[in-house]
């Protein structure tokens, strides 16, 4: 697909996939419940970062879960969109906005072929748009000029790295200070006006190396 504008030339919107884009929470609180045998209703809706509340003590076992969510139960196939998501990204694309989806989701080894297909699918069977598809750990590489972010140890990271980012509220990232975002129509408003900052900014720089 050609691009009528080059890249250096786009405003690019960096959005995480799981907690932001795709309900992971959700998704995975069903897949926990059956892991030890008990009640969804009886995991709580609201879980702090690590997801203790859930029964899950340890990184290893939560590498066990989330294998056997992705590889068994076809977690990233079946997640649904948090509410608002698609369309807004859809209306965002046509801003001339370039939507960069970055995702940590190849972090556990052997099973990369399941994550990307069930990425990708899903993806296209929701209509989101995007330009590119990014599964990195280091999201600041990425070069977005603002990112919308859940994880509280990435948003950290790329505010350290003075990256512009939206916190997307979740029950694990209360204690993170704004810019956030409670819905996709907060993130909307906060990324068209970011954009348009971003349009007057370069066209002065445009002007003045003229």
């Known amino acids: 697909m050609a691009e009528a504008t080059p890249a250096k030339d786009r405003f690019v919107l960096g959005v995480d996939l799981d907690g932001v884009v795709a309900d992971f929470y959700n998704g995975f609180r069903t897949i926990v419940a059956e892991w030890f045998g008990v009640s ?3 995991l709580t ?3 702090t970062y690590g997801l203790r509340e859930w029964g899950i003590t340890s990184q290893q076992q ?6 056997f969510a992705v590889t068994q139960r076809n977690l990233f196939g079946q997640l649904s969109p948090v509410p608002g998501a698609p369309a807004t990204l859809r209306r965002l694309s046509d801003r001339n906005i370039r939507i960069r989806i970055i995702t940590h989701r190849l972090y556990i080894k052997y099973f990369h072929e399941d994550a990307v297909r069930q990425t990708t699918a899903w993806l296209e069977h929701h209509g989101i748009p995007y330009w590119d598809l990014c599964f990195m750990k280091d999201k600041s590489a990425i070069g ?3 990112y919308v972010e859940d994880s509280p140890d990435n948003v950290k990271r790329l505010r350290d790295d003075n990256h512009p980012t939206i916190v997307f509220t979740n029950s694990t990232n ?3 200070d704004p810019p956030r975002a409670d819905s996709w129509q907060d993130i909307e408003r906060i990324v068209i006006e970011t954009h348009e900052n971003w349009k007057q900014d370069h066209y002065v720089r445009h002007i003045e190396g003229l």
Not at 62 to 67: N, T
């Open 45 to 47: 809706t609201e879980p």
């Open 40 to 42: 969804q209703d009886s």
């Open 174 to 176: 209360l204690e993170l």
């Open 62 to 67: 939560y590498e066990d879960i989330h294998r």
């Open 144 to 146: 977005a000029d603002l």
